[in-house]
T-cell receptor, first 109, second 111 residues
Framework: QKEVEQNSGPLSVPEGAIASLNCTYS??????FFWYRQYSGKSPELIMF????GDKEDGRFTAQLNKASQYVSLLIRDSQPSDSATYLC?????????FGKGTRLSVIA | NAGVMQNPRHLVRRRGQEARLRCSPM?????VYWYRQLPEEGLKFMVY????????ESGMPKERFSAEFPKEGPSILRIQQVVRGDSAAYFC?????????FGPGTRLTVL
């Protein structure tokens, strides 16, 4: 059974702080890693994907991947109230995406 | 939502009725995934289709659920004899290279 684990939260951070979202996965052969943001009542929206170990930055977002530890994270710098949402980690290995249950982030103004 | 279209956006059915959910992928895309999301739960894969082919249906219940993606027209997820436990948001996703883009979803409520 391929699993993706995330802390359900809520994770509360003050406006302007760094939010750190973490995800672990069980399938060591996983090759592609995705972070989606989902606002309440809306569909998932792709934020970033990462394939290689290390960091990948896109604006205020940084994805970090450590395949040896089977760990992927998302950092959000200068968090804004509009970042408040559920963040879904998804993992793929020649199969459909396997999603975690998501971490609910609340950015307090 | 990158051009993926789903309809209806909201669907109400009574127990025992049939539900038909439609998905049109992004223009030029021929691969569609269907997912179900229960309240406070993550997305669960149901079925992966290519035009006129079911590639992977390992996540779909064996009974009452079926899916198709004809040569012409949208992909259809069909739920027969709906029960209250089928109430959920159903999302389809269109595949571009290695990345899936989601439609707005259909929220099914079974009374």
């Amino acid at each position: 059974q391929k699993e993706v684990e995330q802390n359900s939260g809520p994770l509360s951070v003050p406006e302007g702080a760094i939010a750190s979202l973490n995800c672990t996965y069980s399938d060591r052969g996983s090759q592609s890693f995705f972070w989606y943001r989902q606002y309440s009542g809306k569909s998932p929206e792709l934020i970033m994907f990462i394939y290689s170990n290390g960091d990948k930055e896109d604006g205020r977002f940084t994805a970090q991947l450590n395949k040896a530890s089977q760990y992927v994270s998302l950092l959000i710098r200068d968090s804004q109230p509009s970042d408040s949402a559920t963040y879904l980690c998804a993992v793929k290995n020649n199969t459909p995406l396997v999603f975690g249950k998501g971490t609910r982030l609340s950015v307090i103004a | 939502n990158a051009g993926v279209m789903q309809n209806p956006r909201h669907l109400v059915r009574r127990r025992g009725q049939e539900a038909r959910l439609r998905c049109s992928p992004m223009k030029g895309h021929s691969h569609v995934y269907w997912y179900r999301q229960l309240p406070e739960e993550g997305l669960k894969f149901m079925v992966y289709l290519q035009k006129e082919n079911i590639i992977d249906e390992s996540g779909m219940p064996k009974e009452r659920f079926s899916a198709e993606f004809p040569k012409e027209g949208p992909s259809i997820l069909r739920i027969q004899q709906v029960v209250r436990g089928d109430s959920a948001a159903y999302f389809c996703a269109s595949l571009s290279t290695d990345t899936q883009y989601f439609g707005p979803g259909t929220r099914l409520t079974v009374l």
